[in-house]
T-cell receptor, first 113, second 115 residues
Framework: GENVEQHPSTLSVQEGDSAVIKCTYS??????FPWYKQELGKGPQLIID?????GEKKDQRIAVTLNKTAKHFSLHITETQPEDSAVYFC????????????FGPGTSLSVIP | NAGVMQNPRHLVRRRGQEARLRCSPM?????VYWYRQLPEEGLKFMVY????????ESGMPKERFSAEFPKEGPSILRIQQVVRGDSAAYFC?????????????FGSGTRLTVV
C-alpha cells in the first residue's frame, strides 16, 4: 500500500544555516509531491510542490529535489530564520488529481536565533 | 475571498455524545477531504467527497463515523457515541479537483476533546 517515510523527525539548526528534510515513497506511479508547513495551532499550508517531469524546483529560500528512480524527494531551506520554525510534512500526491494525498509523519524544525 | 472555513474551532463532548464538524470549501472548489491529526502525529486520511458523492472512505472507521457533502451547504463529518480516543484535530481540505489540478487548501481545523 501507499507509504511515505520522512526523516528526521526533529531538526534543530542555527539561524542562517540550512535545513534538509528527506522523504521516500512507495508507489512508483506517483508523480506529484507537495510539501506543507504547519505552525502551532494552524492548518497545514502548501509551501512548494514538484511534479515528476522535473528533478528540482526552487522558490526563494526553499528548494525541492526529486529522484524518481530511487523514490526519494527532499526539501532544502537555506538561510533559515526563526519564522521557519514549524512542522513540515512531505506528501505523496498520487498519480492523478483524483488520488488522495498521503502525508509523511512530519519533521519538527526549530531555528535557534 | 475566504479560504476553507471549519467550525467550530474547538468542540468538547462527553463520552457517548455526538460530534458534528463542518467544513465549507473554498469558492470554486468541489472536492473535500477530511484528515485526522492525533497529538504529535501526522495527518491521516479519512474520507474524500465530491458534491453528493463519497469518492474514497478507506481511511474512515466503519462504525460511528460518517461524512457527507450535500448539494447545498457545508461538508459534515459526524462522529456518533464519541470515545476518548476520538480526541484529535480534524482538518478539512478542498481542491478544485480534476481536471483543474492538484493542491489542497486546508482549513484551521476543529479540535475535538472528549471528556
Amino acid at each position: 500500500g501507499e507509504n511515505v517515510e520522512q526523516h528526521p523527525s526533529t531538526l534543530s539548526v542555527q539561524e542562517g544555516d540550512s535545513a534538509v528534510i528527506k522523504c521516500t515513497y512507495s508507489d512508483s506511479a506517483s508523480n506529484y509531491f507537495p510539501w506543507y508547513k504547519q505552525e502551532l495551532g494552524k492548518g497545514p499550508q502548501l509551501i512548494i510542490d514538484i511534479r515528476s517531469n522535473v528533478g528540482e524546483k526552487k522558490d526563494q529560500r526553499i528548494a525541492v529535489t526529486l529522484n524518481k528512480t530511487a523514490k526519494h524527494f527532499s526539501l532544502h531551506i537555506t538561510e533559515t530564520q526563526p519564522e521557519d520554525s514549524a512542522v513540515y510534512f512531505c506528501a505523496d500526491g498520487g498519480e492523478t488529481s483524483y488520488d488522495k494525498v498521503i502525508f509523511g509523519p512530519g519533521t519538527s524544525l526549530s531555528v535557534i536565533p | 475571498n475566504a479560504g476553507v472555513m471549519q467550525n467550530p474551532r474547538h468542540l468538547v463532548r462527553r463520552r457517548g455524545q455526538e460530534a458534528r464538524l463542518r467544513c465549507s470549501p473554498m469558492k470554486g472548489h468541489s472536492h473535500v477531504y477530511w484528515y485526522r491529526q492525533l497529538p504529535e502525529e501526522g495527518l491521516k486520511f479519512m474520507v474524500y467527497l465530491q458534491k453528493e458523492n463519497i469518492i474514497d472512505e478507506s481511511g474512515m472507521p466503519k462504525e460511528r463515523f460518517s461524512a457527507e457533502f450535500p448539494k447545498e451547504g457545508p461538508s459534515i463529518l459526524r462522529i456518533q457515541q464519541v470515545v476518548r480516543g476520538d480526541s484529535a484535530a480534524y482538518f478539512c481540505a478542498s481542491s478544485p479537483g480534476p481536471p483543474l489540478g492538484y493542491g489542497y487548501t486546508f482549513g484551521s481545523g476543529t479540535r475535538l476533546t472528549v471528556v
